[in-house]
């Protein structure tokens, strides 16, 4: 079975890094694509960032200038680097993969998703 485990979450000032982890165990059909997502208190979730298989990286335009997405596939370990982090940046943040195509207007609902940590500035 598949699982993901985010890390790296708690409490920061305004302007102010988090760096966000997520652990990858399991065996997934084929090579998948990692992302980022979010939910700020009442409203609904948004992706954030992903990198498909290839590399190539893609983020929601209010992030695109402060985050950073990557990966370490030896440690099978995904990372979300935050700076500059703002106070509507607070939420709750999931780690997601999808195998095979990912779509980025589906990432809240990508085949595997793990339970969050918090981000509060």
């Known amino acids: 079975d598949v699982q993901l485990v985010e890390s790296g979450g708690g409490s920061a000032q305004a302007g102010g890094s988090l760096r966000l982890s997520c652990a990858a165990s399991g065996y997934i059909s084929s090579r998948p694509c990692m992302g980022w997502f979010r939910q700020p208190p009442g409203k609904e979730r948004e992706g954030v960032a992903r990198i498909d298989q290839n590399g190539n990286t893609r983020y929601i335009n209010s992030v695109s200038d402060r985050f950073t997405i990557s990966k370490d596939n030896a440690k099978n370990t995904l990372y979300l680097q935050m700076n500059s982090l703002k106070p509507e940046d607070s939420a709750m943040y999931y780690c997601?993969?999808?195998?095979?195509?990912?779509?980025?207007?589906?990432?809240?609902?990508?085949?595997?998703r793990g339970r969050g940590t918090q981000v509060t500035v």
């Open positions: 997601a993969a999808q195998p095979g195509l990912c779509i980025w207007s589906r990432l809240p609902q990508w085949q595997y």
